[in-house]
């Protein structure tokens, strides 16, 4: 039996980020403007930490501004709202992301909406969340999703009358990747924890986009001959020599055996998250400052 194509986000988000490296070159250059991107992350979770390092470090590679505010566990959600206000006036940040997730004291859904939604790079604002659901071009789109799809377009090309299969509900990941889907003319199921008979739904699909967070839940007999397999989910899983692994929600070695092609974890949706985040805060600069937004 063949064995899938292994798609390489890791590979192509590099591509992605020298062209968006290319394009922020250009902004400079013609209008003037250094596209910024402004992180802001409250206490000291260490998986935000090495997130927020490496947002910063991919930024400033693409030639663009980073500005990074830590704040202390103990921030009010007034206090942070008082530092999004006044990002939101800034008009050298073009781009700002609360990292999440935030102290139980916060409300998240009131931050990411205090956020200017021309700004809100990560597209969780409501109005981008409106904007994505009504295909309205000039919102911000979820990083992880539009990372997903750029990859199933490149290994696919036209998706129209093609079966998605999305598995998860989450607001950050499957509800904008079935938005996405369904702009490209797929026809969507959205599955989640009360779907009755998840491998049957499953083995119908040509596409499935898998954001659940169970390690190894989507086997090889779920999976229509063909399909082309997207693994969003991060497992953080401990070897009996008491070491950690990350793993993703696909069995790899089963799916591998059925399917066209399939991402790796790691190495294949995650370098994606961070190459479209550039994108998003690349888009941004351009909107707020008149200039048509560059093809990448
Ligand atoms: N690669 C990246 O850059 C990236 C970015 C974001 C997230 N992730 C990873 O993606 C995964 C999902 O993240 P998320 O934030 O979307 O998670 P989430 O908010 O926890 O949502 C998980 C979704 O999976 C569903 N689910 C849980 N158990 C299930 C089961 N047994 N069968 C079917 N559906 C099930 C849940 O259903 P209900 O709604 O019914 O509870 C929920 O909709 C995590 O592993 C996360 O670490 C990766």
């Known amino acids: ?44 979770d260490p998986a935000s930490q090495v997130y927020v390092r490496n947002k910063g470090k991919q930024t400033i590679e693409a030639g663009m501004n980073s500005y990074e505010f830590k704040m202390p566990p103990t921030t009010t959600q007034k206090k ?32 990411i909406n205090a956020i200017a939604p021309e700004k809100d790079v990560d597209g969780f604002h409501v109005i981008n969340v409106g904007k994505l659901a009504t295909s309205q071009d000039d919102g911000m789109v979820p990083c992880t ?17 093609k079966h998605a299969i999305v598995i998860g509900r989450s607001n950050i990941v499957g509800k ?14 959205m599955a989640h924890s ?60 089963e799916v591998a055996k059925v399917a066209r092609a399939i991402t790796p974890v790691p190495g294949g949706v995650g370098p994606m998250t961070i190459a479209c985040l550039l994108g998003n805060t690349l888009k941004a600069a351009c909107l707020q400052n008149g200039v048509e937004v560059p093809e990448v």
């Open 1 to 44: 039996m063949t064995k899938a194509k292994t798609i390489d986000g890791k590979a192509f988000a590099e591509k992605l980020r020298k062209k968006i490296t290319a394009q922020t070159a250009i902004m400079k250059e013609k209008h003037n403007v250094i596209p910024g991107l402004a992180v802001i992350l409250i206490g000291e």
């Open 80 to 111: 942070l709202i008082a530092k999004i206000k006044q990002l939101n006036k800034d008009k050298t940040v073009h781009g700002i992301l609360v990292q999440l997730p935030l102290p139980k004291s916060i409300d998240e859904r009131t931050i």
């Open 145 to 161: 999703p539009l990372g997903c799809m750029v990859l199933i377009k490149d290994t696919m090309g036209n998706l129209t009358g």
């Open 176 to 189: 904008p990747m079935a938005q996405l889907l369904l702009r490209e003319n797929c026809t969507v199921t």
């Open 194 to 253: 009360r779907t009755h008979d998840l491998e049957a739904e499953c083995r119908r699909a040509d596409i499935v986009v898998s954001a659940v967070g169970v390690e190894e839940i989507v086997r090889g007999e779920w999976i229509k001959p063909g399909a082309v397999v997207i693994d969003v989910g991060i497992n953080r899983v401990q070897l009996s020599d008491g070491s950690y692994k990350l793993s993703g929600d696909v069995c790899f070695e």
